[in-house]
């Protein structure tokens, strides 16, 4: 069974960075893409960045592009997003999700992740 546990959330001024971490285990993850997605209160779960297991491939929502970096240490069978230039609007739980069996388009859905974290919180202050 896949596990998926995130870490590294908190509470950070605006304009300041925080790295989150995902460690997969349950599985190889070959062929998996990993995303990461946040839900703020009162609003829907939106994509933030995605990954192949292979790390070559990079996808970005327009909010966060150019903050935040998406990589993959395959040894560690570990996923992090560095967030930099922080806002409060990037104000959110975030969840790390596991998915397989589509092509790249479908990477920025949550329904392609069939696994998911359990979240962790970040919150930006003003």
């Known amino acids: 069974q896949v596990q998926l546990v995130e870490s590294g959330g908190g509470l950070v001024q605006a304009g300041g960075s925080l790295r989150l971490s995902c460690a997969a285990s349950?599985?190889?993850?070959?062929?998996?893409?990993m995303g990461w997605f946040r839900q703020a209160p009162g609003k829907e779960r939106e994509f933030v960045a995605a990954i192949n297991w292979s790390g070559g491939r990079v996808y970005y929502a327009d909010s966060v592009k150019g903050r935040f970096t998406i990589s993959i240490d395959n040894a560690k069978n570990t996923v992090y997003l560095q967030m930099n230039s922080l806002k409060p609007e990037d104000t959110a739980v975030y969840y790390c999700?596991?998915?397989?069996?589509?092509?790249?388009?479908?990477?920025?859905?949550?329904?392609?992740?069939?696994?998911w974290g359990q979240g962790t919180q970040v919150t930006v202050s003003s």
């Open positions: 999700a596991a998915g397989s069996g589509g092509g790249r388009i479908l990477y920025y859905t949550a329904p392609f992740y069939h696994d």
């Open positions: 349950g599985r190889t993850f070959s062929n998996y893409a």
